[in-house]
């Protein structure tokens, strides 16, 4: 499995009804489980500033990645972007095989 970074921006028409961002995150969660039921969901955070939320999981695949971003879109995100990541313990592991 490999991690990934999902920063999702709101349609400014979601953005504006607060009463309903719980059940649109709780039907988008349930899309997501459905057609990405291997994505392992780490943590969940809402920002202040350019993104509303970053979300951080592990997929099998960049496949499945852009999968949850599409779905995202599909569901109230003017913007989605899924980032793979590596964490930092296995940066240094990487950077140390390219030496010499």
């Known amino acids: 499995m490999s991690l990934y970074i999902l920063l999702t921006k709101m349609t ?3 953005s504006s009804d607060l ?11 349930n899309k ?8 392992k969901w780490i943590a969940h955070y809402a920002l202040l ?3 509303d939320f970053l979300d951080i999981y592990e ?4 496949e499945t990645a852009f999968k949850v971003s ?3 879109r599909a569901n109230g995100a003017l913007e989605a972007e899924s980032w793979p990541a590596v964490e930092w ?7 140390k095989n390219l030496e010499g």
């Not at 961002?21 to 039907?27: E, F």
């Not at 997501?32 to 994505?39: A, G, L, R, S, T």
């Open 12 to 14: 400014p028409e979601v």
């Open 19 to 29: 009463k309903k961002r719980d059940i649109i995150g709780k039907n988008w969660m």
């Open 32 to 39: 997501v489980k459905e057609k990405c039921p291997d994505v």
């Open 49 to 51: 500033g350019k993104y």
């Open 59 to 62: 997929a099998d695949s960049d």
């Open 70 to 72: 599409m779905i995202s």
């Open 89 to 95: 313990k296995r940066f240094i592991e990487f950077t």
